[in-house]
């Protein structure tokens, strides 16, 4: 559906939801104050196209891309105003099509221009520091290449993923990689043998990709091949100019490097995706040997702070079907899961209880998926017949079901995901579990009350409201 970074944005300006800023703008603090901006517009913020950055010429820097519900519908081919709990069945509908079709193309638009030497990456892109106490500038929508040095001919153990990457100096780059990511095997197999790793870092790439790039798949499945079937067209890549890495063949950059064995650098502070700095750590080094790009390249960067901000959008379904299909596999009772809220700290879960106490298992087995061990640390889980999209159902169910010491329970000394400011010392949590779900046999019940169903004739009528009121807005 959309091939590239430049089709989706035309698509967003169709439809409204693509801003161009013509007006001369500092690096700083201009950019990241308008991002946080239209981040702060809430649902329907546009994506921001800047095309006159003081000191960078004629370079065109775009933000906030995945930045709202009604530009990740859109990303789905659904309508703008499609819900949360719709795009969550569309993706459920999708998911299952894995693995999609590749295919690899010569004279690609991402070689258009290839830079051998004599590059300097703080003046070929528009850079800015997303907030100011980071510690330098970010890639923050990078999607980072890599092989299983294992496996140097496997498509499904190569790994596309969301890194943060801090531009050092011409062509210096220091980037993080948790040990529970992907990347984090390959680089150690790399330094078992102290052999640098390949890797190209890719810039304004297809949305669907940056989507998938930033999901916690399992090792050996393919992004490209999730790309491909949740798009529902082949996935079109091409070779890095060494021949090694397979990498998005309409990316706007490619930054083809390698990651030098057992080497670290200082990298951060940097403003995270909890809405806290997380510090200065010692992290990899990436010698970046050339750069290749489209005639008249989109910069693509990410601003994220407190949320919400685009980082949230971009990490939300796309971490809430991979856990409701894990979970769902062996409790088919489980209706939906949203862990949209920080990449899945807190994760609401709507279920039916197929005996006494059935919630709070279903809690646990969150916690013991590949991504809960770490992310998850708050599940909530709700009777079936509530919407875990909708707050409101969420907070009433809270408010009415919750028996305290019933049914909340903490689980000390777990593990934690390291930017997390509430994990101390980083990388050690507790889990909870707040279980406001309606107890079932063989589990003493709630006192007898009546309840008040749900009207089922309202949703006919919830659509001729809608129209009669665009018809007396005009």
Sequence with gaps: MFTDLRSFLEKLEQEGQLVHYRDEVLPEPDIRAILRAAADLGPTGPAVMFHDILGYGDRRLVGNVHGSWANHALMLGMVKTATLREQFQELDRRWDSYPGELRWVDQAPCHEVVLQEGFNLLELLPLFRVNPNDGGFYLSKASVVSKDPDEPASVDTENVGVYRVQVLDAETLAMQGLPFHDIAVHVRKAEARNEP??????????????????????YAQ???????????????????????????????????????????????????????????????????????HRRDPIFENLYLGRPWTEIDTLMALNTSIPLYKQISATMPEVKAVNAIYQHGLTVIIATDSRLGGYAKSVAFRAFSTPHGISYVKNVIVVDGDVD????????????????????????????????????????????????????????????DVAMVEHVPEAGAYAGILLELQKAQGR
């Design 222 to 292: 393919s992004e490209y091949k999730y790309c491909a079937a949740l798009e529902g067209a082949p996935m079109q890549l091409t070779k890095t100019t060494d021949g090694y890495l397979d990498v998005p063949a309409t990316a706007e950059y490619v930054l083809e490097g390698e990651l030098q064995p057992r080497v670290r650098v200082t990298e951060g502070p940097f403003g995270e995706f909890p809405g806290s700095y997380s510090g200065a750590r010692k992290q990899v080094l990436i010698k970046v040997k050339r750069v290749t």
């Design 197 to 218: 790793l390949p890797v190209a870092i890719c810039l304004g790439v297809a949305p669907m990709l940056s989507f998938v790039a930033s999901t916690p798949l399992e």
């Design 388 to 447: 875990p999209f909708d707050l409101n159902q969420v907070m009433w169910a809270m408010s009415t079901r919750i028996r305290g010491t019933q049914d909340v329970i903490v689980i000390p000394s777990t593990p934690g995901m390291p930017l997390d400011p509430g994990s101390d010392p980083p990388g050690m949590s507790c889990k909870v579990i707040l279980d406001c779900t309606t107890p079932v046999p063989p589990e003493p019940p709630m006192r």
